[in-house]
């Protein structure tokens, strides 16, 4: 024996970690760059990462095949996760995000509703953990602009306790009509 530690353990806990991760591809893109002797053409993948349980990342992945362009947009993505403020299954208020020419706006939906969005907003709501929220998108339909945006909205987001201590208020004031409910019926 040679003294190094055996590296197996940790290997099985990076696969595991990387099985618990929600992955989906939002969208792939033929791109080109032109060059001197003509066009080399590559692809652009937009990848998000999540867990589920309110982290989520996005990230972008180029490479000549498509393969290795969704596994390096997955590791940049993973790399980039953060974390969001959740009230349940859903977000604690409203909140709009920008980014570039896209304007996505959240609101809260009482349990049952669903994911109301469409496209690269859904796969990142989904990512995150969120199950019941109302969406709408306006402005650019770039996928690519869209998914940050939602993650712009997500970022902005507040605990409500937080909250409630920033507006003077408690935070069964703050909370959406649904939970006020059932925090006066406990």
């Known amino acids: 024996m ?19 991760m929600d992955e ?22 937009v990848v998000v990462v999540g867990d589920n349980r309110g982290n989520v990342g ?16 997955s590791e940049h993505a993973r790399r980039n996760m953060g974390g969001v403020a ?9 909140v709009v995000g920008v980014h570039g020419g896209a304007k996505v706006l959240l609101r809260p939906a009482s349990p049952g509703t669903g994911v109301i969005a469409g496209g690269g907003v859904r796969a990142v709501l989904e990512a995150v953990g969120i199950r019941d929220i109302l969406s709408k998108s306006q402005g650019s339909a770039n996928a690519l602009n869209v998914a940050f945006a939602t993650l712009d909205a997500l970022q902005q987001l ?23 409910k059932e925090s006066k019926q406990a």
């Open 2 to 20: 040679t003294g190094k530690p055996s590296r197996g353990p940790r290997r099985e806990r990076r696969e595991e970690e990387h099985d618990e």
């Open 24 to 45: 989906r591809v939002i969208d792939i893109t033929r791109v080109a760059k032109v060059v001197k002797g003509g066009r080399h053409f590559a692809f652009r993948t």
């Open 58 to 73: 996005i990230g972008i992945g180029k490479s000549r095949g498509v393969p290795d362009a969704i596994r390096k947009g």
């Open 86 to 94: 959740l009230t349940g299954t859903t977000i604690p208020h409203e």
């Open 158 to 180: 507040k605990d409500v306790n937080e909250l409630a201590t920033m507006r003077g208020k408690s935070p069964d004031e703050i909370r959406p009509f649904w939970r006020r």
